[in-house]
């Protein structure tokens, strides 16, 4: 059974932008938490590592193995380690930071919480906010919070882990590929769906990697080449920013594999085999 761990292909809105397989591409094998949650409901880390539990307990009921696959970084390491109870954060502070510049947000952190500025890249404007509200709306820092994490699984399965590292130039040039293929294949339609349902801008699905660009496009506010500049450079950010999570976080000694223009042939599904073989 595959498990879906990326934080975009959980919303059924998202099939093109997210690049969510399609039922070719499954082959057959079942895969669970994919196009799960609808646009209109914010699928929290909590929300989908709760569901991954119930899952991985069916899946190991049934004697199958299931294998987690996905780009969240965060939804994995809610999974094995837990979450803390931060409790909900005030409307009102959560505005008030939302409503910030970047770089004021950062500056902020930095005078507040200067132990998560300085784990965080200045860029990353989505963790900064959550750092900021945290601690402005209860008082006590995110790393604080972290300490009295609970529900993780890492104590009670056996985990086979693998990170695939592509090399950076190989991997931008595909992140410029990926977004002219979607637009090709229908990424203008699926966000002209959604902004005929009339969502809350703030909700994830609508501030999924090009729905923002497209939206100006529809909105006639850019050109269609400037669109794609634009969610193509947005996706490059996020490969970045994903590069340095994924340097920093997961145990040392996870194995990593590196794909790039040097190693196209790399048969990956020999890798998860030894794997498993472990």
């Given at each position: 059974?595959?498990?879906?761990?990326?934080?975009?292909?959980?919303?059924?809105?998202?099939?093109?932008?997210?690049?969510?397989?399609?039922?070719?591409?499954?082959?057959?094998?079942?895969?669970?938490?994919?196009?799960?949650?609808?646009?209109?409901?914010?699928?929290?880390?909590?929300?989908?590592?709760?569901?991954?539990?119930?899952?991985?307990?069916?899946?190991?009921?049934?004697?199958?193995?299931?294998?987690?696959?996905?780009?969240?970084?965060m939804?994995i390491?809610?999974?094995?380690?837990?979450i803390?109870?931060?409790?909900?954060i005030?409307?009102?502070?959560?505005?008030?930071?939302?409503?910030?510049?970047?770089?004021?947000?950062?500056?902020?952190?930095?005078?507040?919480?200067?132990?998560?500025?300085?784990?965080?890249?200045?860029?990353?404007?989505?963790?900064?906010?959550?750092?900021?509200?945290?601690?402005?709306?209860?008082?006590?820092?995110?790393?604080?919070?972290?300490?009295?994490?609970?529900?993780?699984?890492?104590?009670?399965?056996?985990?086979?882990?693998?990170?695939?590292?592509?090399?950076?130039?190989?991997?931008?040039?595909?992140?410029?590929?990926?977004?002219?293929?979607m637009?090709?294949?229908?990424?203008?339609?699926?966000?002209?769906?959604?902004?005929?349902?009339?969502?809350?801008?703030?909700?994830?699905?609508?501030?999924a990697?090009?729905?923002?660009?497209i939206?100006?496009?529809?909105?006639?506010?850019?050109?269609?080449?400037?669109?794609?500049?634009?969610?193509s450079?947005?996706?490059?950010?996020?490969?970045?920013?994903?590069?340095?999570?994924?340097?920093?976080?997961?145990?040392?000694?996870?194995?990593?594999?590196?794909?790039?223009?040097?190693?196209?042939n790399?048969?990956?599904?020999?890798?998860?085999?030894?794997?498993?073989?472990?």
């Amino acid at each position: 059974m595959i498990i879906n761990a990326d934080s975009a292909q959980v919303y059924a809105d998202l099939q093109v932008l997210s690049a969510r397989p399609s039922d070719d591409e499954m082959e057959g094998i079942e895969h669970r938490l994919f196009g799960t949650w609808d646009g209109a409901q914010a699928c929290s880390v909590a929300a989908w590592a709760a569901a991954a539990k119930a899952e991985i307990a069916a899946c190991h009921e049934a004697g199958d193995v299931p294998i987690l696959v996905g780009g969240t970084g965060m939804y994995i390491k809610v999974l094995i380690e837990g979450i803390a109870p931060i409790p909900e954060i005030d409307p009102a502070v959560r505005a008030a930071v939302r409503a910030l510049p970047e770089d004021a947000a950062y500056k902020l952190l930095q005078l507040e919480d200067p132990l998560r500025a300085a784990q965080l890249d200045p860029g990353d404007s989505q963790r900064i906010a959550r750092a900021l509200e945290v601690k402005r709306s209860t008082g006590i820092t995110l790393a604080d919070w972290q300490m009295a994490k609970s529900g993780g699984i890492g104590d009670e399965v056996t985990l086979h882990p693998l990170v695939i590292e592509p090399d950076r130039p190989w991997l931008y040039e595909r992140c410029d590929l990926r977004f002219e293929a979607m637009v090709e294949t229908g990424a203008i339609a699926e966000v002209e769906a959604l902004l005929a349902r009339e969502l809350d801008p703030d909700l994830p699905v609508m501030r999924a990697i090009g729905v923002p660009e497209i939206a100006a496009f529809l909105y006639e506010e850019i050109d269609l080449e400037t669109m794609i500049a634009a969610a193509s450079q947005a996706t490059r950010n996020f490969a970045k920013r994903q590069f340095t999570w994924f340097r920093r976080q997961p145990p040392a000694e996870w194995p990593r594999l590196i794909v790039g223009y040097e190693s196209e042939n790399i048969d990956i599904a020999s890798y998860f085999v030894s794997l498993l073989r472990n």
